[in-house]
């Protein structure tokens, strides 16, 4: 993944640190992350079905537990990307196919945007004062790297699949 500005060290070290937090309560961290999104974006939530059983509300589906082990695939997600700071572009195929899972299902590109925006609430909610302009910053370039790469798998893709 080279395109953007690569992260600092000090970037680096601002994620891992925060991300400590965080990860100790994956699924508690990814309900805030999920519900946010919801709020953001309700036209979402059909997107999450399982067994054909469309969720009549954000409440039904962050209940369930096949969303729950969606919200810790996202976690483990972020929880690779975190671990791969030095070398994110060891996930360029993980993160491309991904891109493509989430094409497949009927994501729409412009949705990550919010997912970014709802990751970025999270991290304010757990870490609080801790979240400063430059965590935010950091988390952004990295959020924008790992969207990057998935969306080359989008790109991948021949029109029309």
Not at 137 to 147: C, D, G, I
Request: glycine residues 6%; contains cysteine; hydrophobic residues 40%.
């Amino acid at each position: 993944m080279e395109s953007g500005t690569p992260l600092s060290g000090g970037q680096r070290a601002l994620i891992r640190e925060s991300w400590q937090r965080v990860s100790g309560s994956p699924v508690q961290h990814g309900l805030v992350l999920f519900s946010r999104l919801f709020d953001l974006d309700p036209d979402l939530l059909p997107l999450f079905q399982y067994n054909c059983k469309q969720f009549a509300s954000p409440q039904e589906c962050l209940s369930a537990p096949e969303f729950l082990d969606h919200i810790r695939k996202v976690m483990l997600v972020i929880d690779a990307a975190v671990s791969h700071l030095e070398n994110l572009s060891c996930l360029e195929e993980y993160l491309c196919n991904l891109g493509k899972k989430h094409q497949a299902v009927g994501v729409k590109v412009e949705s990550f945007s919010t997912v970014g925006e709802s990751l970025l609430y999270m991290l304010e909610k757990c870490l609080g004062a801790a979240f400063s302009p430059e965590v935010k910053e950091a988390w952004s370039k990295l959020y924008n790297a790992v969207v990057e790469a998935m969306q080359r798998g989008w790109e991948s893709l021949p029109e029309g699949d």
